[in-house]
């Protein structure tokens, strides 16, 4: 049987403990709320890159030859030696063409992916009927500009 005396001291070592066990909580809940509401300033920085140039090479006129008056279709290689992948938004003509060949702006779209190898882009080409003797059997240039822009789709 517990004596009186016993009864008495368990009740106040209880309540210690209670009140031990809160004043603890209230604490601890105030230092983790200081710690997860701090806060400070500063600023990043980065460097963006320099976009380079498309990789442009001719082909040759893919469907027979040019004669005056008729059309055929001339080929230019394109690649892509960006780190990040591109689209051929168009391909103009670079000033005037030798024999009278020219070609009206095409707008592909054609996607490169990044660093990519020459993708071989088509479009048609006209020689005037106009083209002088001198042009016969001769290997004729179309000056080019090929525009790209970053990204897919765009």
Known sequence: MISFRELV???????????????TAALGSGVAYAAWTSSGTGSATTKAG????PVVTGGAVTTGVLYPGTSG??????????PYPVTVTSIAPNGAG???VSFA?????????????????TFSVSMAST??????????DVPVVVTIASGTGA
């Open 98 to 100: 030798t024999c009278g």
């Open 50 to 53: 320099t976009a380079l140039a």
């Open 73 to 82: 279709n001339a080929v230019v290689t394109v690649a892509n030696p960006n």
């Open 105 to 121: 702006e095409r707008f592909p779209g054609t996607q490169l992916a990044a660093n990519s190898a020459p993708v071989a882009i």
């Open 131 to 140: 083209a002088p003797n001198s042009c016969q059997g001769a290997s004729i």
């Open 9 to 23: 001291r368990r009740r106040y070592v209880r309540r210690g403990v209670i009140v031990l066990a809160v004043a």
